[in-house]
């Protein structure tokens, strides 16, 4: 199972496609998309090139904005989403993807082409990962390695903390 994720390329997973708002959007509306595709992020990109620009997520709708007036829904996303937001490539690996969301502390990647694909511009995101939707896809496919029913006494945890 390992060898697989360290070599299955991101393109492998069913991609969801992002909400996408531009700089100008009022967080009420991002935040009423998020609700409604059941997103828990969405990608801020240039309505004239389609460039990405960034993204906004749950954590900082909790961590940046300021709850305190109701004004908050009249704010632009572009004043509390996340600037040049850490990406994956299409053809970087499932094990790339999960090793920058544990460093970086993210729940969410957008997508970008390849390497070399796209122009001199930072090209479009072709969709957007979230560690639930890798998880979903690894324990469809490895169902045994997450899932041990009827418990497996070689498995069964010797000590309180599993040693």
């Known amino acids: 199972m390992l060898e697989t994720i360290a070599t ?10 992002p909400v996408q708002v531009p700089p100008d959007a009022l967080l009420g509306a991002v935040v009423e ?7 828990g992020a969405a990608l801020v990109v240039e309505p004239d090139t389609g460039e990405l620009v960034g993204i906004f997520s749950e954590r900082d709708l909790i961590h940046r904005v300021d709850h305190g007036t109701g004004h908050w829904r009249a704010t632009p ?15 970087d690996t499932v094990a790339e993807a999960l090793r920058r969301m544990h460093v970086g502390k993210r729940r969410h990647l957008p ?18 990962v979230s560690i ?25 945890a010797r000590a309180p903390w599993g040693g």
Do not use: C, K, W
């Open 33 to 39: 998309a998020m609700h409604e595709r059941r997103h």
């Open 111 to 128: 997508i970008l082409p390849a390497d070399g694909e796209g122009g001199p511009r930072r090209p479009t995101a072709l969709g957007i």
């Open 8 to 17: 299955l390329p991101i393109s492998s997973l069913p991609v969801r496609d």
């Open 77 to 91: 996303v572009s004043e509390v989403m996340t600037a040049r937001p850490m990406i994956i490539r299409q053809d």
């Open 132 to 156: 639930r939707d890798i998880l979903g896809y690894l324990a469809a496919r490895f169902p045994a390695h997450f899932i041990n029913l009827p418990p497996d006494p070689d498995r069964e």
